[in-house]
């Protein structure tokens, strides 16, 4: 049984909070708060209790000095302290003493928002491999640590993993919610189970999408995962975006082998040219060299809405197509109204989904909605996340001398 904020004691603790306020930023703008605002059931908890709170979060890809320019959380920073009207302090280095310091000086009621965790992989990884030295300093600015990133749960970073490690632990407020609506919906799924998915790299998904194959009566592709597992048919993708590393392909031709009753793939796309920019709608076989699969077609709408309507159980982790520009937001925006007359049945998994499904107009019209989508898709596959299975009620942790 997981440890869980509403059973531990934590009135005047100095608690670390683990988020996901993964947000898209332009021009050092928050364009979408949603991420933000889901986490504030817990900080407002928190804040009730007398809490002195440290929050955490990763935000985009870092893999070079030049990335952190655009992905630092002062963006957030602004938006949190808007949100909840009051100042939010800041710090830069994670791992500086200038930080520990304010930490540990932190009042009731006041909050330490730190940089992007994913800062600290350059140079040495200290995010992503798990540094469990990184981990204990960290634990040195709290006393509890709080884990709400759902979202984030299926990877085992040092942010995610690795404090627990160090300090009692337990599950946030929107984790606990999250992990209720899949556990109701999606750990015995009522038959047929159809998962949806999109997204633009097939070889991100494979481990996945193997499992689920076990667990699934139907699989719909879409988007870069449909036209890798197309290509490994042998045929023409033009310059659509696709996996064509021979060995990925040889493992697509695998799965197809052995799960063809399962799959799903479009018959027909609207595509673009980088010929002479003109878009057409052509079926599946008649891709030419110069065209880039932009969206869905109108026959495989059809093809797919056939599968979900006698559906007991849908998952849609992903698009249609791109979505943003106007003249390929067709398919997805189908694929929602087909969905939206059986809003029960639906559970809508990742933050692009979400993003798409907010600014095609479809915002109120699901109730299931879950914030992972890598995550989302690795508990529908194998029942636990790293990042929960480290937090238990009896996880032998390693007290601090602080």
Wanted: hydrophobic share 40%; charged share 25%.
């Amino acid at each position: 049984m997981k440890q869980l904020l509403k059973n531990m004691n934590i009135n005047n603790k100095r608690v670390i909070l683990r988020c996901d306020l993964n947000v898209p930023i332009k021009d050092g703008n928050v364009l979408d708060e949603t991420k933000i605002i889901k986490s504030l059931e817990t900080i407002n908890y928190l804040l009730k209790e007398n809490c002195k709170i440290v929050i955490l979060s990763h935000l985009g890809r870092i893999k070079s000095e030049e990335d952190k320019k655009q992905n630092s959380l002062e963006p957030v920073r602004i938006s949190l302290a808007k949100l909840l009207n009051k100042e939010i302090k800041f710090a830069n280095d994670i791992l500086a003493p200038s930080t520990k310091e304010i930490a540990l000086n932190l009042q009731p009621g006041e909050i330490l928002l730190l940089e992007n965790t994913r800062f600290l992989d350059i140079p040495n990884k200290l995010e992503s491999t798990l540094n469990e030295k990184t981990a204990k300093q960290i634990a040195e600015l709290g006393e509890i640590f709080v884990l709400d990133a759902f979202a984030s749960s299926h990877r085992s970073h040092t942010s995610v993993v690795g404090i627990s490690k160090f300090l009692p632990s337990c599950l946030g407020s929107l984790a606990e919610a999250e992990l209720n609506l899949l556990n109701n919906h999606l750990s015995n799924p009522k038959k047929p189970f159809t998962v949806i998915m999109g997204g633009a790299k097939v070889n991100d998904k494979l481990a996945v999408i193997k499992s689920l194959l076990t667990k699934c009566d139907h699989l719909l592709l879409s988007g870069g995962i449909a036209n890798s597992f197309l290509y490994a048919l042998g045929l023409n993708l033009g310059e659509s975006l696709k996996n064509d590393n021979p060995e990925i392909v040889s493992e697509l031709q695998s799965l197809m082998l052995t799960y063809k009753e399962k799959f799903a793939f479009p018959l027909d796309a609207i595509v673009s040219s980088t010929y002479n920019n003109t878009t057409n709608i052509k079926s599946i076989g008649k891709i030419e060299d110069n065209d880039i699969i932009k969206d869905t077609g109108a026959k495989t709408i059809a093809k797919y809405k056939d599968i979900l309507d006698n559906s007991e159980t849908i998952f849609i982790n992903g698009t249609m197509g791109v979505y943003e520009e106007k003249e390929f937001k067709n398919g997805t925006t189908e694929i929602f109204n087909i969905l939206s007359k059986y809003p029960e049945k639906v559970v809508i998994g990742g933050g692009d989904t979400i993003s798409a499904l907010n600014n095609l107009g479809f915002r109120g019209k699901f109730e299931n909605i879950s914030s992972g989508g890598g995550a989302t898709l690795e508990f529908i596959a194998n029942g636990t996340l790293p990042g929960i299975e480290a937090i238990m009620e009896d996880d032998g942790i390693e007290v601090l001398d602080l």
